[in-house]
Structures are given as C-alpha cells and as structure tokens.
C-alpha cells in the first residue's frame, strides 16, 4: 500500500477543544488513518484550551509576512492519541474567553473571516513548495467551512499539493461581504459564480467545493441530498456538477469510549453475548429521572439538542399519546428555550412516566443509552448522526427519520429484515407527528414480543461501526486523488 502523507485542517479536534460532531470526526479519523500507515498531522488553532493542554511543543515555523494577516506561528505537539498536532498560535485571533466561533454571549466573532483566512492560508502555505516545514504532505484534507479556502490558497499556490474538502454540515457556510476576498490575499478573479462568490458574498465553504480536487461528506445519503434543492442550501447545483468528485462516507464511532462491556458510566456492563445486565441499567437510569420502577413497560431515550432540526417539536407534541401506550420517556438536551420548557411541564404533568434533563451530562447521554429499550431520533435532516451508532453498539434499537446518515445506517425492522438479520431500528418517511407515533407504537408492539426483540438488538450490537472501516474509505478517497487508484 502506497504511503501517503495528509494535513488534516479542522478548526476543532476532540478532546482538546469540541463544540459538535466535527471535533470527534478530527480527533477519530486522523488516528484510524495513523493506524493503517498514513501519516497524517492535525493543524488547528491555538485556542486557550488548545495551548493550555499541550503538554510540550517545539516552535516549527513563524508566519511574520502573510499578507493581510497579523504574525503567527506555528506550534508541533501531540494528541493524547500520539497523533502529531500542529497549532496556529495567533494570541491576537485565537486566545480569547468563548468559544472557536462566538463570544461568550453566543455572538460570532466579527473577525471570523480573518480567524479561518489565516488557518486555511497557513494550510495552504503547509502544502505547498514553500512551505517551511521538512514534512510535505502528499495532499491537504479540509473541513467544513473554516478550513474552505484552504482549496483555493493552494489552487492559486504554485507546486501546491491537492486538496480535499469534508462537507460535517452544509448548513454553516461562511459567508462574508465580497471585500473579504482582497482583505484575505486572494486574486479579485476569483471572485466570480466560478468561484467563491455566492450571491453577493464571498463563501468559505463554496470555495472549497468550488476548488478542492474532491469533496467528501459524512454519509452516502447525505451526499445525494445536498445535490438537491431542500438540503441544498443555495449549493446544490454546484454539488451536482461535480457529483463524480463527491464521495460520502459513513462516520465511525470510537468503540473504546462507547463499549458497555467497559463502560465506566454504566450501573451495570453488558455485552452482546451476555445481555442480563442491560436491565440494571434501565432500573439506574429510571431512578436517576424519577421514573418508576417498571421493567416491562419500554423506555424511550433522547439525548440531543432541542431544536427544530432534530425534530423533538415532534415528539413532545405526541408525548401525552405516548404515554397511553404505555412508554416511559428520558430525556436529556439544551437548545430552544421554549422547546426545553414543554419538556420540563411535560415531565411534571407526567411524574413517574416522563423525566428530563435540560443541560449536557456526559455520564448521562451514557446511561440513557444503555437503559434505554429504544433510542428517538426524528431529525429533520442529519448529515451523519452518531446517536443512532452508539444506540446499536449499546443493544438499544434507534427510532428516526429516513434522512442522511441515519437511512444509511438503520434498517428498518419489517417481518423480511428480521428474518435475514439485517434489521437494527425503526425508519419512517414524511416527516409528520403521526408518522413519527406510528413508527413507535409500531417498535412497542414489537417490544412484547421478547424473542423478535432479542434478535433485534443483538442485530444492533453486531454491527461493525468502527473508524477503520471509514478509514479504509478515506485512504481509497486520497489514492484516487493521488492517482494511486
């Protein structure tokens, strides 16, 4: 197998600094890919948090004439994984009290542009000839806006090496005000509809589906989605041009942190092979939410955020029906304020039956999948999803909306995919409150028959839900970039 060297430039990575499903995909990928012999290095910004735990780091490079940017420099570490991290230390942009992209009030910072110019120019710079470093990687994988004109730095760059993009939300696209392309560096013809501009602004992430030699997103579905107009978002018809450069991959979930036969989270660890202790951990969970103690009526989890894209307007608006079944509900989630208030009066109209948790509980999200019986999950759209991965490793069929990664990665439970194994949830079309009820009085029916349930979630648990598989696909991705195959 051909080595191959890759910059991977993310604008988070877990568990250094983490505000959604980007963070765990660049702190996952970059060692599934180290694992099968890439050599690849993680660039990042020098956040507060990122350069508060580096344990120890060499200076490898000072950025004092990047045009239109203040002096930065670069910094070489490690992972705790022992993958090689390089961070873009800027004080000026960088270290600040809030998050990657908003103060502390919730506001994006005003000088986004400048912030994700400087990452994806020095990605750039990274890649190509000039770059001051003795490693050259063979190809720049990208991600997501913030890493979007990395693409069209190293197109404009000579003895550049090619360049990648991953699409983690189509909905977050970094758009700024047409001068921004001067202010940045970038030649004035570039922008134009044949390149980043995007009605009347400039756009981080057209750029980089506009330039980058192939682009990838987070789940085979999802890639035939975003080539239409509902989930689209103004670039679908750029995505359909170049639909033979658009490759979607399945995330992996990391199965030494989701694992019940070792989870530390647990009342009780589990595994495929011996289920009894699944049921300590409904009863936990039940007494931990206030839910009675009832082992035989089933036991619906959600962990997410309340919004309208994950569709819990849904599910709390046919709650009171649910009940009737019966089900038991436990929820945990922050978001719409006024989504997080019908679940709080939900959960005292419906003491003992509903109980939720406004807020983020790590140790929770654990227990609510392995206590669960089933797992809720009617978004909207879903790129990818890991919820509904971790739900099948854990025995706990998922509920969801066919869209995205989670058509991808469910099989809906009928009479035919139970019989050839290949069963593992629950699935429905046409996103409804009734669609969304039928589909769960459906899995409750299914439920009191404890030898169909059993083959289903043991279906779940033999799923192969690993990074090395996404891995393997990401490597064909590189060598067919390359060249190599």
Known sequence: MVELKVLFATSEVAPLVKTGGLADVSGALPAALRALGTD????????????????????????????GFPSSRLLSGALPSGVPLLVLDCPSLYQREGGPYQNVHGKDWADNALRFGLLSRVAALLGSSASP???HPDLVHCNDWQTGLAPAFLHFEPGAAPGIISIHNLAFQGNFPPETVQQLGLPPSCYSIDG?????????????????????????????????????????????????????????????????ATDSHLARTYSRAK???????KKALQKK???????????????????????????????????????????????????????????????????????????????????????????R?????????????????????ATGGLADSVVDCTAAT????????????????ENLYGTIARAVGLYQDKRKWSALCNNCMAKDFSWQRSAEAYRAVYAKVLGHG
């Open 289 to 379: 939410l206030g839910l009675d103690s009832e082992p035989d009526i089933p036991l619906l989890g959600v962990v997410s955020r309340f919004t309208h894209q994950k569709g819990l307007d849904l599910l709390l608006e046919i709650a009171p029906r649910l009940i009737e079944l019966p089900v038991q509900l436990a929820m945990l989630g922050t978001g719409d304020a006024a989504m997080q208030k019908t679940a709080k009066d939900l959960s005292h109209l419906y003491p003992g039956q509903i109980g939720v948790m406004v807020g983020f509980d790590e140790g929770l999200s654990h227990q609510i999948e392995a206590g669960a019986d089933m797992f809720v999950m009617p978004s």
């Open 381 to 401: 759209f879903e790129p990818c999803g890991l919820n509904q991965l971790y739900s099948q490793r854990y025995g706990t069929p998922p509920i969801v909306h």
């Open 418 to 433: 139970l019989s050839d194994g290949t069963a593992s949830g629950f699935s429905f079309d046409g996103m409804s409150a």
């Open 196 to 260: 980043v501009e995007f009605y009347g602004n400039m756009s981080f992430l057209k750029a980089g589906l506009f330039y980058a030699d192939h682009i990838t997103t987070v789940s085979p579905n999802y890639a035939r989605e975003i080539q239409q107009e509902q989930l689209g978002f103004g670039m679908q018809g750029l995505l359909a041009r170049r639909s033979s450069s658009l490759t979607g991959i399945l995330n992996g979930i990391d199965t030494d942190e989701w694992n019940p």
């Open 133 to 135: 470093l003795a490693w």
């Open 40 to 67: 690849v290095r993680v660039l990042v910004p020098g956040y507060n948090p990122v350069i508060a735990q580096l344990a120890q780091y060499q200076v490898v490079a000072q950025f004092d004439e990047l045009p």
């Open 275 to 281: 289920m009894s202790g699944k049921a300590a951990n």
